[in-house]
C-alpha cells in the first residue's frame, strides 16, 4: 500500500506489538537484574579488598548526581516542566488523537463497548474498517453518512485538552499541532491554521469525486442534517468529505511540514491516541533523541514506537497515565498556567452559552 496512506497496523505487527511487549518486560528483569550485580559482587570483593569498596562508593555517588547535560532531571511531569523552563522550550509539538475528545461526548474508535468500530453492526458492514474506505463508499455511502449525522462537527465543543494546545500557542511555545481527528475541534478552541495540521483531513471542506468541484460545511450539514445523499450539483457524482480515508493519501502539507518541524521540535507531547494508525503513529520517531516526549494517555501505547518508559536507557521520555485533560490541568498548573487555561475554559462557555441564547431568540 502506499506509505502515504492512513493504515491500521495489520493482524501480525499487533502479534508482533504484543511479542515486543513481552520482550520489553524481559528487559526490564534483565535491567534489574543487572543492577542487582554490584550489591553482590561488593559482597564478595568485601571480603577480598577494600579498594573496590571505594569504588563501589564512588558508583553510587555517581548514580545520584544529576549530568549538567542530562536532558531530563527526572522522568515525571516535573522533569518536563524543569526542561520547559531551563531550555526555554520554543517549539513544543503535539500529536493527538480521539482521546482528547471523548470528554466533548465524541466516541473514539476502538474503546470496547463505546467506540466506534464496536457500534456499527446496524450497517452491516463487511468489516468495521470499510466504512472509511473509499472503495467501499463509492459503492455504499449510506453508512458513512449515517454515521457522519452522529459525528457531526458542531454539535460539540472543545475541551479542556484543545484548550491547552491553545495555551501553549498563547504563550508563544507551539510550534506544530498534530492531530488524527476529524471533529473540527481544534479550529472551535481557536487554534491557528498555521498551527494544524489534520493529518486525517477535516469535514471543513468536501470535493466531488467526478469534477473536484468544493463544497463549503454548511453546504454539507445541511445534506446530511435532511438525510440526503449528498451528490454534485453539477455532475451529479458523489460528494465526500475531505476527512482521509484508509486508501488515500495524506494532505500534502502533511509531509511539507513533517520533515522541518521535527527537526525543530524541542519537546513532543502525544495525548489520546492509541497510536495504531500509520503514517501518524511514527511521527512520534521523528524528534531527535535529545527530544524529550511525554505521554498522557489513559494505557501506555506505541509499541514500535521504541519508547524507553520503564527502561534503565530512558533519560528523556515521560509516561503520564490518566485523563487527558487532568494531564493538561497538572502540567499547566505547574508551569504557573493554570488560571490561564481556566480563562480560556470560561471564555469559551461564555461565548458558547451567548450563541446559543442569540439562536434561541431568533429562532422565536
Ligand atoms: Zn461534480
Same mark, same amino acid.
Given at each position: 500500500?502506499?506509505?502515504?496512506?492512513?493504515?491500521?497496523?495489520?493482524?501480525?505487527?499487533?502479534?508482533?506489538?504484543?511479542?515486543?511487549?513481552?520482550?520489553?518486560?524481559?528487559?526490564?528483569?534483565?535491567?534489574?537484574?543487572?543492577?542487582?550485580?554490584?550489591?553482590?559482587?561488593?559482597?564478595?570483593?568485601?571480603?577480598?579488598?577494600?579498594?573496590? &569498596?571505594?569504588?563501589?562508593?564512588?558508583?553510587? =555517588?555517581?548514580?545520584?548526581?544529576?549530568?549538567?547535560?542530562?536532558?531530563?532531571?527526572?522522568?515525571?511531569? &516535573?522533569?518536563?516542566?524543569?526542561?520547559?523552563?531551563?531550555?526555554?522550550?520554543? /517549539?513544543?509539538?503535539?500529536?493527538?488523537?480521539?482521546?482528547?475528545?471523548?470528554?466533548?461526548?465524541?466516541?473514539?474508535?476502538?474503546?470496547?463497548?463505546?467506540?466506534?468500530? $464496536? /457500534?456499527?453492526?446496524? *450497517?452491516?458492514?463487511?468489516?468495521?474498517?470499510?466504512?472509511?474506505?473509499?472503495?467501499?463508499?463509492?459503492?455504499?455511502?449510506?453508512?458513512?453518512?449515517?454515521?457522519?449525522?452522529?459525528?457531526?462537527?458542531?454539535?460539540?465543543?472543545?475541551?479542556?485538552?484543545?484548550?491547552?494546545?491553545?495555551?501553549?500557542?498563547?504563550?508563544?511555545?507551539?510550534?506544530?499541532?498534530?492531530?488524527?481527528? !476529524?471533529?473540527?475541534?481544534?479550529?472551535?478552541?481557536?487554534?491557528?491554521?498555521?498551527?494544524?495540521?489534520?493529518? $486525517?483531513?477535516?469535514?471543513?471542506?468536501? $470535493?466531488?469525486?467526478?469534477?473536484?468541484? =468544493?463544497?463549503?460545511?454548511? +453546504?454539507?450539514?445541511?445534506?446530511?442534517?435532511?438525510?440526503?445523499?449528498?451528490?454534485?450539483?453539477?455532475?451529479?457524482?458523489?460528494?465526500?468529505?475531505?476527512?482521509?480515508?484508509?486508501?488515500?493519501?495524506?494532505?500534502?502539507?502533511?509531509?511539507?511540514?513533517?520533515?522541518? &518541524?521535527?527537526?525543530?521540535? @524541542?519537546?513532543?507531547?502525544?495525548?489520546?491516541?492509541?497510536?495504531?494508525?500509520?503514517?501518524?503513529?511514527?511521527?512520534?520517531?521523528?524528534?531527535?533523541?535529545?527530544?524529550?516526549?511525554?505521554?498522557? /494517555?489513559?494505557?501506555?501505547?506505541?509499541?514500535? !514506537?521504541?519508547?524507553?518508559?520503564?527502561?534503565?536507557?530512558?533519560?528523556?521520555?515521560?509516561? +503520564?497515565?490518566?485523563?487527558? @485533560?487532568?494531564?493538561?490541568?497538572?502540567?499547566?498548573?505547574?508551569?504557573? +498556567?493554570? @488560571? @490561564?487555561?481556566?480563562?480560556?475554559?470560561?471564555?469559551?462557555?461564555?461565548? *458558547?452559552?451567548?450563541?446559543?441564547?442569540?439562536?434561541?431568540?431568533?429562532?422565536?
Amino acid at each position: 500500500m502506499d506509505s502515504g496512506t492512513p493504515r491500521e497496523r495489520s493482524p501480525e505487527s499487533k502479534t508482533k506489538s504484543s511479542e515486543d511487549s513481552h520482550n520489553v518486560a524481559t528487559s526490564n528483569e534483565a535491567d534489574m537484574a543487572i543492577r542487582e550485580k554490584p550489591s553482590s559482587s561488593k559482597t564478595s570483593s568485601m571480603s577480598t579488598s577494600g579498594e573496590t &569498596d571505594v569504588v563501589d562508593a564512588l558508583a553510587s =555517588q555517581l548514580q545520584n548526581i544529576s549530568l549538567p547535560n542530562q536532558i531530563l532531571s527526572d522522568l515525571s511531569m &516535573d522533569g518536563i516542566v524543569a526542561y520547559i523552563r531551563k531550555k526555554p522550550c520554543r /517549539n513544543i509539538v503535539t500529536m493527538v488523537g480521539a482521546g482528547i475528545s471523548t470528554a466533548a461526548g465524541i466516541p473514539d474508535f476502538r474503546s470496547p463497548g463505546t467506540g466506534i468500530y $464496536h /457500534n456499527l453492526k446496524k *450497517y452491516n458492514l463487511p468489516y468495521p474498517q470499510a466504512i472509511f474506505e473509499l472503495a467501499y463508499f463509492k459503492e455504499h455511502p449510506e453508512p458513512f453518512y449515517e454515521l457522519a449525522s452522529d459525528l457531526l462537527p458542531g454539535e460539540y465543543r472543545p475541551t479542556k485538552s484543545h484548550f491547552f494546545i491553545k495555551l501553549l500557542e498563547e504563550k508563544g511555545v507551539l510550534l506544530r499541532h498534530y492531530t488524527q481527528n !476529524i471533529d473540527n475541534l481544534e479550529r472551535l478552541a481557536g487554534i491557528s491554521e498555521e498551527k494544524l495540521i489534520e493529518a $486525517h483531513g477535516t469535514f471543513y471542506k468536501s $470535493h466531488c469525486l467526478g469534477c473536484q468541484n =468544493q463544497y463549503g460545511f454548511e +453546504w454539507l450539514k445541511r445534506q446530511i442534517n435532511r438525510k440526503r445523499i449528498p451528490h454534485c450539483i453539477h455532475c451529479n457524482a458523489l460528494v465526500k468529505p475531505d476527512i482521509i480515508f484508509f486508501g488515500e493519501n495524506l494532505p500534502r502539507r502533511f509531509y511539507q511540514k513533517m520533515y522541518s &518541524d521535527f527537526v525543530e521540535c @524541542d519537546l513532543l507531547i502525544i495525548m489520546g491516541s492509541s497510536l495504531e494508525v500509520e503514517p501518524f503513529a511514527s511521527l512520534a520517531l521523528r524528534p531527535s533523541k535529545m527530544c524529550p516526549r511525554l505521554m498522557i /494517555n489513559l494505557v501506555p501505547v506505541g509499541d514500535n !514506537i521504541e519508547f524507553l518508559f520503564g527502561k534503565s536507557a530512558n533519560d528523556r521520555d515521560v509516561l +503520564w497515565i490518566g485523563d487527558c @485533560d487532568a494531564g493538561c490541568q497538572l502540567l499547566a498548573d505547574k508551569l504557573g +498556567w493554570g @488560571d @490561564d487555561l481556566i480563562k480560556l475554559l470560561a471564555t469559551d462557555e461564555t461565548t *458558547y452559552s451567548s450563541m446559543e441564547r442569540g439562536t434561541a431568540e431568533t429562532s422565536c
